[in-house]
C-alpha cells in the first residue's frame, strides 16, 4: 500500500516546555511515533515539573534530553547532535514565557541552544493564558517570529486550564501532527488557488426529510488537506460532514446542490484548478414542503415529483476559456467505473476523472481507503493501487501538477 505520509522515516525534535497542555504531549509523541517518525524529546526543566521524562523515554524510545551539558554519549556536544539530527522541530506546548526566549534567541539552557544551533523548520504550539496570549509583549514576539519563517499551530479558543475561556489551549495532537506533515511536504503547489468540493448534497422535501447520500467527505477533505500541505490556497466548499476542517482550509459549507453551485460559480474564476470530489445530488425534490408532509394529507399519491439539479462540473466545462482553471470530477460508480469515466470526462469537459468502484468495501464512501483509476483525455486509463484516502490525494495532485505549472496569478 503506497502509504504517503511525510512524517514517515523523518527525525522529529520534541520540545516540551513548562505548561499545562504538556500533558498532551505524551499522546502528540505516540501520533509521531505510530506516523512512522523517530522522535527525540527535549524537556526544559519546567517541563519535568508537569510531565515525567520517563514517559517519553518509554513512548519515543530514545533517551530524553534535559541538560544543556549532559550529553547522551561522552564527548558529544548536546544541543548540536540534537540541531543536527533534527529534519523537524516541535514545539508543544510552547509557554509565552518561551517564545519571549525564542524571539529574543536567549541560548542559555538546552532547548534555546538548541534552537539557535538549527537549520532545520520548526513549528510552535503555543499553550497559554488568554492575557498572556494577547499581551503586546507576545504578539510582538509571535510577529517576530513569523517574520523568520517560524510555522506555528493553534492555539485554540476554548476552557483553559486557569478557568478561563478564551484564545491560549494548546491545539490538539492530530492537527499539531497534520500541521507538522505539512511542513514537511514539497511546497510545489505554492502560489496556486484550488476550489475542491466534498460530501453530499442534502434536498430538502420538507423541514424534517431530505434526499442524499452516503457520501461523507472524506476524499475532498484529504485532497484539500494535502493540498493545503504543498503550499496551495486551498477553498474546501462542503456540504453536512463531520470531519475536522483541514488546517489552513477556507471552508464554505452548503447544504443543497444549488448553495454548492453558487458557491463555486462565484469563486471558479480565480482558480487554477477546481476538483469536483462532492457527490452532488442529481435531483431535487420539485417542492419543499414548509411543514411536515402528513401520510393522510397525501391521499393515493404515492410518487414524489423531481427537478433535475445544475450540474456543476458540466457548467464549468462549458464556460472555461482557454485551460484554467484544470477540472477534475469523480466517478463514482457500482457498474464498469473506467468505461462510465471515460464518458463524463468527454460530457464534462474536464481534464481528469477519477473513477472508482463504490461498491468494493475498502473503496469509496465512508471507507479510509480507496482504490481509483485515473482517467485522462488520450491517455491510457492509470490504476493506482489500494491506499488511504489521503496517499491518493497526494497522487491525484502529482498527476495534476505538469498541467499546473507555475500560477499565472
Ligand atoms: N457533478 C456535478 N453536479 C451534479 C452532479 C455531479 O458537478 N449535479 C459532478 C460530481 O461532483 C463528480 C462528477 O460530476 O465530480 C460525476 O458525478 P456522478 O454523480 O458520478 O455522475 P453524474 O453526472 O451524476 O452522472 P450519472 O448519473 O450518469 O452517474
Known sequence: MDERNSLAGRRIVLCITGGIAAYKSAELCRGFIR???????VMTPAAQRFVGGVTFEALSGNPVSTDLFHAAEPGVIEHIRLAELAELLVVAPATAGFLARMAHGLADDLLGAVLLATTAPVLVAPGMNVNMWQH??????????????VHFVGPDEGDL?????????????????????????????????????????????DPVRFLSN?????????????????????????????????LGVTCVDVETAAQMAEA???????????????AVADWRPETVAPKKLKKQDAGDSDSLPLHRTTDILAELGRRRKGTRPLLVGFAAETGDPVMEAQRKLQEKGCDLVVANDVSEPDAGFAADTNRVVLVRPNADPEPLSLASKDAIAHQILDALLPGLGSPPH
Do not use: W
Not at 461523507?216 to 476542517?245: D, E, N, S
Open 264 to 278: 463555486v460559480e462565484g469563486r471558479v474564476d480565480s482558480m487554477d484548478l477546481v476538483i469536483m470530489a462532492a
Open 136 to 149: 503586546p509583549a507576545t504578539r510582538d514576539n509571535l510577529a517576530l517570529l513569523k517574520n523568520r519563517g
Open 35 to 41: 506516523a512512522g517518525a523517530d522522535v527525540h524529546v
Open 161 to 205: 486550564a486557569c478557568r478561563t475561556y478564551g484564545a491560549g489551549r494548546m491545539a490538539e495532537p492530530p492537527a499539531i501532527l497534520e500541521a507538522a506533515g505539512g511542513v514537511l511536504l514539497p511546497s510545489d503547489l505554492a502560489g496556486q488557488q484550488v476550489l475542491i468540493t466534498a460530501g453530499a448534497t442534502r434536498e430538502p422535501l
Open 214 to 246: 452516503r457520501s461523507t467527505g472524506k476524499m475532498g477533505f484529504a485532497l484539500a488537506r494535502a493540498a493545503a500541505g504543498r503550499g496551495a490556497r486551498v477553498t474546501l466548499v462542503c456540504g453536512p460532514h463531520h470531519l475536522r476542517p483541514p
